[in-house]
């Protein structure tokens, strides 16, 4: 594609047309210390190739990669071993070059790839029905709080204390512009969930709960009693996952009551890539609910001479229909990562992701129990998968984070820095524990710990 720049006359009459004074006037809406006043101090405005190319490399060099030191970071974002054949799959040419599957005679293959990534999620849920993904968690999180009040004609959302700050704050963004209240609690450093405190906020006007399986913290809440106590008031129970890992061990949360059952797919086959792209999934346990899902659904047919085939079965998203009768706004999907997910699913199968998972929970229990005889670390919770969160009494983990990375050892996520303005969850530090983590490693995080706790 040619590169054609916009003359200043050609953007005077965009601007014309659509009524706005100027370009800054399409940014109202972003914070004013967030916008540039001017171009980026210090950088040249221009530069040749071969100059770009060694500086980017510089950049590159003062990185820290994932798998170059004892690595610890979780909180919605996981490093798994990806098989080297997820990577060689999804870069064949009918893979990397697909795009939206509107004629199914030529789109057979990315049909059927996403109508096995929608069966291997609802299983994985323990739901009657996938999409055929979103855009991210956090994403499809808000997706499911406005798919309830569709359903429910109820305008009222309860979101736990222990849901990803990042998603409570995707989903109240969104409510600003819908109207939707959203009733949110706080997270407090506890070895118990809020199921307590929850069920007593549910009433009559509650559309739905949103509750993190398993949560922030690490913990496992008791979706079954939720669950009761939302179809009580006629409310929907939103569980949201963000290591689909951890589902090869836990019950799934459809099983467990969950209506909709939304999260991250980043830790099967797609792998951290500094943030994204991403994968968002969203599923539905009662198939009556399904034409109100957002995004698309790939079903199976059978084509004139009866042979198997694939189409998409239902499309409620505003690129295909009219926007007022959409579902939702959102007009893609994460084909690609989705399709990583699925290579990597299959590869394992459902045998080697239940023992994927125990070899996830087993590392996590050796490392808590080697942190906990540490003086001064407490490890908070009760029952966790591959993920706990360690009380460091008298200090603010941030800082012990900052002093851990220089001795090239990536302790965990601390909670001051997910929750900046909660002084009373600065010591907490959530710790992630996946195959990838190596005995040598555990010890290495323990005894620098030790050495900064001294």
């Not at 979780?74 to 040419?93: L, N, T």
């Not at 929608?118 to 979103?134: E, P, W």
């Not at 299959?346 to 490392?367: F, K």
């Amino acid at each position: 594609m040619r590169y054609l720049p916009l003359t200043h006359t050609d953007r005077r009459a965009m601007l014309d047309v659509i009524g706005a004074p100027d370009v800054d006037a399409l940014f109202v809406d972003v914070p004013q210390e967030a916008r540039l006043a001017g171009p980026i101090e210090g950088l040249p405005h221009h530069a040749s190739e071969l100059a770009v190319e060694r500086h980017m490399r510089s950049l590159a060099a003062r990185n820290t990669a994932a798998g170059d030191v004892p690595f610890f970071l979780g909180a919605g974002a996981y490093r798994h071993h990806i098989p080297a054949s997820v990577d060689h799959i999804i870069q064949r040419g009918e893979f990397l070059t697909a795009y939206t599957p509107y004629q199914p005679e030529i789109a057979q293959g990315t049909l059927q790839m996403l109508f096995e990534f929608q069966t291997q999620v609802a299983r994985l849920y323990g739901c009657a029905v996938a999409n055929a993904s979103m855009y991210d968690g956090s994403t499809a999180c808000w997706e499911a709080v406005s798919m309830a009040a569709r359903v429910t004609k109820k305008r009222r959302a309860v979101l736990s204390g222990g849901l990803h700050p990042h998603y409570v704050k995707v989903v109240e963004t969104m409510a600003k512009f819908t109207g939707d209240e959203i009733a949110g609690n706080a997270l407090k450093l506890e070895p118990g969930c809020d199921e307590n405190v929850l069920i007593a906020q549910i009433d009559a006007d509650t559309s739905c709960v949103v509750v993190q399986y398993p949560d922030i913290l690490g913990r496992l809440p008791d979706l079954a009693r939720i669950a009761e106590a939302a179809k009580a008031h006629k409310a929907l129970l939103i569980a949201v996952n963000t290591e689909p890992v951890a589902l090869g061990a836990c019950v799934s949360p459809g099983e467990m009551g969950a209506d909709i059952v939304v999260g991250e797919g980043q830790a099967l086959g797609v792998g951290l890539q500094f943030g994204g792209p991403y994968l968002g999934l969203f599923a539905v346990r009662d198939p009556k609910h399904v034409r109100q899902m957002p995004g698309r659904l790939c079903g199976e047919t059978v084509d004139a001479e009866g042979r198997r085939g694939f189409v998409l079965t239902l499309s409620t998203r505003e690129q295909h229909i009219r926007r007022e009768k959409a579902t939702s706004n959102i007009c893609t999907n994460s084909g690609l990562c989705a399709l990583a997910f699925s290579v990597h699913m299959t590869l394992l199968g459902e045998q080697g992701l239940r023992m994927l998972a125990a070899e996830n929970h087993r590392l996590a229990c050796r490392a808590a129990a080697r942190l906990a005889a540490l003086p001064g670390v407490r490890v908070l919770n009760d029952s966790f998968f591959n993920e706990f969160t360690v009380v460091l009494d008298g200090y603010d983990a941030r800082e012990v984070v900052r002093a851990l990375a220089e001795q090239q050892v990536l302790a965990g996520v601390s909670l001051g820095r997910l929750y900046p303005d909660q002084q009373t969850l600065a010591e907490g530090l959530i710790i992630a524990v996946t195959e990838t983590t190596t005995e040598d490693d555990i010890e290495a995080l323990a005894s620098s710990l030790a050495g900064v706790l001294a």
